[in-house]
């Protein structure tokens, strides 16, 4: 796989991390302490399976295609889950603060 691929493959894992996390990626913004910690369970109980869960998916892709998902997750609030319509469920972290 070419060095770009694997940027663009990285940076849409990052943005779509983001995006189901509820990060704002304008800065600026500060979060609950109650926020911070969810986001910081959640990446330590679902991050790296995540990652390898959907570099794996879009190894598959064109460039071009992944120039539309590039897109997609740095200017909307969609995850990859929404956007490839994925089967595999990772929890928000809605649905984490349920078990504190």
């Known amino acids: 796989m070419s060095p770009i691929k694997e940027d663009m493959i990285s940076a849409i894992i990052r943005a779509s991390q983001a995006n189901l996390l509820g990060i704002n990626k304008g800065s600026g913004n500060s979060y609950s302490d109650a926020h911070e910690q969810d986001v910081l369970e959640w990446i330590k109980a679902n991050a790296a399976t995540y990652r390898r ?7 598959l892709l064109s460039d071009n295609e992944l120039g539309v998902i590039l897109k997609q997750v740095t200017y909307s609030t969609n995850d990859l889950g929404e956007i490839l319509h994925d089967g595999m469920f990772f929890p928000s972290i809605k649905n984490q603060r349920s078990h504190y």
């Open 53 to 59: 869960h959907f570099a794996a998916r879009l190894q």
